[in-house]
């Protein structure tokens, strides 16, 4: 089994912040990543996969990086509509498996 | 525009079962694989269990395996999940999304709304 590091797990922020969360695994993964974001009571959507490849439909603000072990979700110019809780995910190895989830909160 | 509905959660005693379903549509549905996927209330996301497009393959989570039975009917265009010998760990809202299988599209692209399954006595 793959296990995630997902941190920060709480990150308060204002509108307009430069805001980076950080994915790390226990083994290499090469590029097999992928970012959600779930808004209260709803189902999770699909922000990059590939470990930066931007979802159809998804702001550019919105931007991914890293390979083997560190990966990097990054919103350049937060908005209100980004608070929400962030997931990585790893498709390298069964079983996939999810990060612990950052809420991301309004300061 | 692609959906997925499931139905069939509810409340269930400690060692009962249940099926869950999950229709979809927007998409030709034998071509893709598609998962279940558990939030436990106020917990993170877990992958339980995966099937081909053909549903000739399937992949299951630990925690589940020998327990929990997903399964397809392309004519139908439906996912179904059967739970048997549950507890109370198994309290959660389960989703139906499209992907999460090792062929074909790994990560999961679309999300259906969940449908709360509750575990208690």
């Known amino acids: 089994v793959i296990w995630m590091t997902q941190s920060p797990s709480l990150l308060s922020a204002s509108i307009g912040d430069r805001v980076t969360i950080s994915c790390r695994m226990s083994?290499?993964?090469?590029?097999?990543l992928a970012w959600y974001q779930q808004k209260p009571g709803k189902a999770p959507e699909l922000l990059i996969y590939?470990?930066?490849t931007l979802q159809s439909g998804v702001p550019s603000r919105f931007s991914g990086s890293g390979s083997g072990t560190d990966f990097t979700l990054t919103i350049s110019y937060l908005q209100s509509a980004d608070f929400a809780t962030y997931y990585c995910?790893?498709?390298?190895?069964?079983?996939?498996?999810f990060g612990q989830g950052t809420r991301v909160e309004i300061k | 525009e692609v959906q997925l509905l499931e139905s069939g959660g509810g409340l269930v005693q400690p060692g009962g079962s249940l099926r869950i379903s999950c229709a979809a549509s927007?998409?030709?549905?034998?071509?893709?694989?598609v998962s279940w996927v558990r939030q436990a209330p106020g917990k993170g996301l877990e992958w339980i269990s995966g099937?081909?497009?053909?549903?000739?393959?399937?992949y299951d989570a630990d925690s589940v395996k020998g327990r929990f039975t997903i399964s397809r009917d392309n004519s139908k265009s439906t996912l179904y999940l059967q739970m048997n010998s549950l507890s109370v760990d198994d309290t959660a809202v389960y989703y139906c999304?499209?992907?999460?299988?090792?062929?074909?599209?790994?990560?999961?692209?679309?999300w259906g709304q969940g449908t709360l399954v509750t575990v208690s006595s």
């Open positions: 999304a499209r992907g999460g299988f090792v062929s074909g599209l790994n990560y999961f692209d679309y």
């Open positions: 927007g998409f030709t549905f034998s071509s893709y694989a």
């Open positions: 099937i081909s497009g053909s549903g000739g393959s399937s």
């Open positions: 083994q290499g993964i090469n590029k097999y």
């Open positions: 590939d470990a930066s």
């Open positions: 995910q790893q498709y390298y190895s069964f079983p996939w498996t």
